[in-house]
């Protein structure tokens, strides 16, 4: 019998919206729309006769009517849009198959998922997030190596990978009032110290702040601080972090210390009030002429473009100060995986393999990119049609000289205690705001680290299960 199309369980217009014109695929196999309600009769000694199961595709990748929940973080309107017409369209291809969207409350995702575990409804797809804790508690298939070979990167787990990435890592650069620039005759700095000479024309000048910062959400300091990070302590040691497990180095090195002197040097030219300035509010002070740059993610420009559609963006990257281009980007560790428990039902295996197979073929997957101003992940890249300054994007990622995670996004020996990359932020606040110097915001750190290594210590195995 065919199945009647899934309901996505996503609240008010959003879901209705997305909902509509939804179609099937031109991939779907070739009898589907030949499946329908088949009776087998057989005259019993009764005299009654019995409706036999419903008949299967000759070339379903299942052997009976399967059921997947799904979850990802719905708090992006984008990504709302997008995970529903992709699964609708799932769902219209695999008429044998219901892929079942659960909200995934937004900001507090990694809670929720935490809950749903907690209570036996783990989903069997998710949008994962805290791979290594997961992957540490067996709660995550491995995924196969015809699904793997997708994507140009992953991150594997002790050989094995668990997740794909939805996108390139969110890149962080420079986007800028392209017609202010235009207007004081600026271009954009090809060395970081043309960068930091920029920076004080623009305050010179006086009508606007240089730079406008979201300070007050304190995930959002992390877009600075890896930069710095990133320029001066693992352009050096790529596995500072490892050696701060073992003792051989702290931070009070050099390079870590330097790193808060790039932060002092770029962040003088924040607006007024940056500390109490939230994310949200920064596309208002670039659209309203407050401000002539912000240091962020991709998934800005279309915030920007929601804002002011009038608005000219420009973009570029901030060359480090030894003249390299490091950017964050390519495949981390969290993206789309299986829940261990679904992989072990065979029928749930094939279809879970199947969704993510399906959700990144190039005509879907340009759905999602699209939406969310996603840099493609794959080897076969999806025909985008995107903004210039994506494109930008996209082609810097190509010639970087250094593409990878975030500091807090590294696994293994250099993933982070718990907890410790907020308070590494907390204390760079307190520099930038001058509360504290330098060398006792180290030693801090030290004191930190010291206590956080007693209960996770990947290195020596403390806290991993």
């Known amino acids: 019998m065919r199945k009647k199309l899934v309901a996505v369980l996503l609240s008010g217009a959003m879901a209705a919206a997305t909902l509509t014109g939804c179609g099937g695929s031109a991939d779907a196999p070739a009898d589907n729309a030949e499946q329908g309600a088949e009776e ?69 995702y990694s809670e929720f998922i935490k809950t749903k575990d907690s209570v036996g409804e783990f989903p069997d797809v998710m949008e ?29 787990f002790d050989g094995q990978v668990y ?25 954009e700095p090809a060395t970081y110290d043309e960068f930091i000479t920029l920076c004080q024309n623009i305050k010179d000048k006086g009508d606007m702040a240089p730079l406008v910062v979201g300070g007050q959400d304190i995930w959002h300091m992390g877009f600075w601080f890896h ?45 007024d ?8 509010q920064i596309t208002t002070f670039l659209v309203n002429d407050m401000a002539a740059m912000m240091y962020s993610g991709t998934h800005m420009f279309s915030q920007i473009a929601a804002a002011d559609p009038e608005f000219e963006m420009g973009w570029f990257a901030v060359p480090s100060p030894d003249g390299k281009t490091r950017l ?32 990144y073929q190039p005509e879907n997957y340009k759905i999602y990119c699209e939406k969310l101003s996603a840099i493609p992940a794959t080897v076969e890249e999806p025909d985008l049609e995107v903004m210039d300054v994506f494109q930008e994007v996209i082609d810097a990622n190509a010639t970087a000289d250094d593409l990878a995670p975030m500091w807090n996004g590294k696994v293994g020996e250099n993933e982070l205690p718990p907890d410790f990359r907020n ?37 020596t195995g403390v806290g991993i299960e």
């Not at 794909?164 to 600026?186: H, L, Q, R, S």
């Not at 490892?242 to 180095?249: D, L």
């Not at 964050?328 to 197979?357: M, N, R, T």
């Open 128 to 156: 994962m997030r805290d791979t290594a804790m997961y992957v540490r508690a067996g709660k995550l298939a491995p995924l196969p190596d015809d699904i793997v070979s997708l994507f140009r990167t992953t991150t594997a």
């Open 423 to 459: 308070f590494t932020y907390k204390t760079l606040i307190e520099v930038l705001q001058g509360t504290r110097d330098i060398d006792s915001a180290c030693e801090e750190l030290n004191k930190t680290w010291k206590v956080s290594m007693e209960s996770f210590n990947p290195v």
């Open 328 to 359: 964050v980007g390519g495949g981390g560790a969290g993206g789309l995986a299986i829940s261990a428990e679904a992989a072990a039902d065979p029928d749930k295996k094939a279809a879970a393999e199947a969704f993510i197979k399906f959700f």
């Open 227 to 271: 930069k710095a990070y990133n320029d001066q302590v693992l352009s050096k040691d790529p596995d500072f972090i490892k050696h701060c497990y073992e003792g051989t180095k702290d931070f009070s090195d050099d390079s870590f210390k330097a790193a808060f002197e790039e932060l002092q040097t770029i962040l003088q030219y924040a607006q």
């Open 40 to 108: 087998a009769g057989a005259e019993e000694e009764t005299g009654t006769e019995e409706e036999a199961a419903p008949a299967q595709s000759a070339d379903s990748i299942v052997s009976a009517p399967t059921e997947l929940t799904y979850i990802f973080a719905d708090g992006d309107e984008g990504a709302k849009a997008s995970m529903n017409e992709i699964v609708n369209k799932f769902n219209d291809t695999y008429p044998d198959i219901t892929v079942t969207i659960e909200p995934g409350n937004g900001g507090a």
């Open 273 to 280: 009030g940056w500390i109490s300035t939230p994310d949200a």
């Open 163 to 187: 997740t794909v990435p939805f996108g390139g890592e969110n890149t962080n650069g420079i986007i800028y009032n392209k017609a202010y620039f235009d207007e004081n005759g600026w271009s």
